[in-house]
């Protein structure tokens, strides 16, 4: 169920509260009123009375009896009266006008005359016409209570909707605006603590962010150590057990292959020398994951560095059909460990070769860092495997051709010297990766 907005709670709560209070101002009225007009009758009755005794005395006294009676039946024909009674002593009844009503009270004055009672008179007034008059005066008065409170509801109404509702629903649906001028000071306070505490709760949020992608980060790469860590513990146990006898292997095939004369013998023995030395490859990866020796970091040129392992792989690039070309403007020194680079570029040449590039850069240049960079022209890398490309076993190449080590390897091995492998770009006909020095913590520039 949708919350009630303040509108609604403002107003049902103003109503009820000018309804009650209409509601009781008449009650008060009325009553008021109509007891007013029952003390006014009595008094005008109990003075009619007094009045009417005293004129009664004389004509007690002298027995003239009928000019009671006519008085009697002028006062009954006066307004207001209901009943006169001319009453003596011994209860006989000298002259009497009006009917009696009941519930209706009745004034009585003694008739008196030299300290003697002569008899009473008995006055009723009739409070029809009064209550009459009193409901017409409280019908009038709770018709103008009923507009003003009309009124005074609605102008209390919009003076709230506008300078309290309209404000807080702005301050609620705006972020950050400047307060309107006539403003009440406690919406525009309200509104400064709004901004304050979403600015806070948007750097507590920004720090949590933060917080979580580190957390992921470290996560990850403790993933990849232990997944490294499990290869070292299997790479001892596989080296011992395979090393022999693919050696064996790969030496008994060379001798058979220098001997043999058959073609469709040879190739059955160059594809046993091929097969061997790629599962004595997989071998030294699991072994170089396994045990790593210390880098021996010394002063380098990465371009001169650059240019002998251009020298060393162009024959293989050649067979491959691959131009490996060097750019360098001039010497790029750094510290670093000359075999570990040697072997990231041989690892990353390779991967560029297998993956059908025609044509690998190897680009030194100094970028506030030394900076390495291998560019080639082959297939690239899908986007699904960049965010999780140097995790042990991953790899793009078929089942049976790659165990996915090489580049976790060749990170590690830029790390442990001080530097960091990246890929900034990857698209169809262009892939870098770039070794950067100086960046790891933990690593020695």
């Given at each position: 169920?949708?919350p009630?907005?303040?509108n609604?709670?403002l107003t049902?709560?103003?109503g009820a509260?000018?309804?009650?209070?209409?509601l009781?101002?008449?009650?008060?009225?009325w009553?008021?009123?109509?007891?007013?007009?029952?003390r006014?009758?009595?008094?005008?009755?109990?003075a009619?009375a007094?009045?009417?005794?005293?004129?009664?005395?004389?004509?007690v006294?002298?027995?003239?009896?009928?000019?009671?009676?006519?008085s009697?039946q002028?006062l009954?024909r006066?307004g207001?009266?209901?009943?006169?009674?001319?009453?003596?002593?011994d209860?006989?009844?000298?002259?009497?006008?009006g009917?009696?009503?009941?519930?209706?009270?009745?004034?009585?004055?003694?008739?008196?005359?030299?300290?003697e009672?002569?008899?009473?008179?008995?006055?009723?007034?009739?409070?029809?016409?009064s209550?009459?008059?009193?409901?017409?005066?409280?019908a009038?008065?709770?018709?103008g209570l009923?507009?003003?409170?009309?009124?005074?509801?609605?102008?209390?109404?919009?003076?709230l909707?506008?300078r309290l509702?309209?404000?807080?629903?702005?301050?609620?649906?705006?972020?950050?605006q400047?307060?309107?001028?006539g403003v009440p000071?406690e919406?525009?306070?309200?509104?400064a603590a709004?901004?304050?505490?979403?600015t806070?709760?948007?750097a507590?949020?920004?720090?949590l962010?933060?917080?979580?992608?580190?957390?992921?980060?470290?996560?990850?790469r403790?993933?990849?150590?232990?997944?490294?860590a499990?290869?070292?513990q299997m790479a001892?146990?596989?080296?011992h057990?395979?090393?022999?006898p693919l050696?064996?292997?790969?030496?008994?095939?060379?001798?058979a292959l220098?001997r043999c004369?058959?073609?469709?013998?040879?190739?059955?023995?160059?594809?046993i020398?091929?097969?061997?030395?790629r599962?004595g490859?997989?071998?030294?990866?699991?072994?170089?994951?396994?045990?790593?020796?210390?880098?021996?970091c010394?002063?380098l040129?990465?371009?001169?560095m650059a240019?002998?392992?251009?020298?060393?792989?162009?024959?293989l690039?050649?067979?491959?059909?691959?131009?490996?070309?060097?750019?360098?403007?001039?010497?790029?020194?750094?510290?670093a460990?000359?075999?570990?680079?040697e072997?990231?570029l041989f690892?990353?040449?390779s991967?560029?070769?297998?993956?059908?590039?025609?044509k690998?850069?190897?680009?030194?240049?100094?970028?506030?860092?030394p900076?390495?960079?291998?560019i080639?022209?082959?297939?690239?890398?899908?986007?699904?495997?960049r965010n999780?490309l140097?995790?042990p076993?991953?790899?793009?190449?078929?089942?049976?051709?790659?165990t996915g080590?090489?580049l976790?390897?060749?990170?590690?091995?830029?790390?442990e010297?001080?530097?960091?492998?990246?890929?900034?770009?990857?698209?169809?006909?262009?892939?870098?990766?770039?070794l950067?020095?100086?960046?790891v913590?933990?690593g020695?520039?």
């Open positions: 169920m949708k009630r907005s303040l609604f709670w049902g709560y103003l509260a000018w309804l009650i209070l209409l009781g101002l008449g009650i008060a009225l009553q008021s009123v109509n007891a007013i007009l029952e006014l009758l009595a008094e005008r009755s109990r009619l007094t009045q009417l005794a005293t004129v009664s005395a004389d004509a006294l002298l027995r003239d009896y009928g000019s009671l009676e006519r009697v002028d009954a006066i207001g009266v209901s009943q006169v009674v001319i009453r003596r002593a209860g006989v009844v000298l002259g009497q006008a009917p009696h009503l009941p519930d209706v009270p009745v004034q009585r004055v003694p008739i008196a005359a030299a300290g009672v002569l008899g009473e008179v008995e006055v009723q007034y009739d409070s029809g016409p209550r009459t008059a009193a409901w017409q005066l409280t009038l008065v709770a018709v009923a507009l003003f409170s009309v009124f005074a509801f609605w102008a209390l109404r919009r003076l909707i506008a509702i309209t404000p807080v629903r702005t301050l609620l649906e705006v972020e950050s400047a307060v309107a001028e000071a919406v525009m306070e309200l509104g709004l901004n304050d505490l979403q806070r709760l948007n507590k949020i920004s720090a962010d933060a917080a979580a992608q580190e957390r992921n980060e470290a996560l990850r403790l993933c990849s150590e232990q997944r490294l499990t290869v070292g001892g146990e596989v080296a057990e395979l090393n022999t050696s064996n292997i790969l030496v008994y095939a060379q001798m220098t004369s058959d073609p469709a013998l040879r190739q059955d023995l160059e594809t020398v091929e097969q061997a030395r599962a490859h997989i071998v030294r990866d699991m072994l170089n994951a396994a045990r790593a020796p210390a880098p021996v010394q002063e040129d990465l371009a001169a240019e002998a392992f251009r020298r060393l792989f162009t024959p690039a050649r067979k491959q059909g691959v131009e490996l070309t060097v750019l360098a403007e001039g010497a790029v020194p750094c510290q460990d000359a075999s570990r680079i072997q990231i690892n990353l040449v991967n560029a070769v297998q993956a059908g590039a025609r690998v850069v190897l680009a030194a240049r100094d970028e506030d860092r900076v390495l960079e291998v080639d022209d082959g297939a690239g890398l899908p986007e699904w495997v999780h140097f995790e076993f991953v790899t793009t190449r078929p089942a049976g051709q790659g080590l090489g976790a390897i060749c990170q590690r091995l830029a790390r010297m001080g530097a960091e492998l990246t890929l900034p770009e990857s698209t169809p006909g262009h892939t870098v990766f770039r950067a020095f100086g960046t913590e933990g020695t520039a």
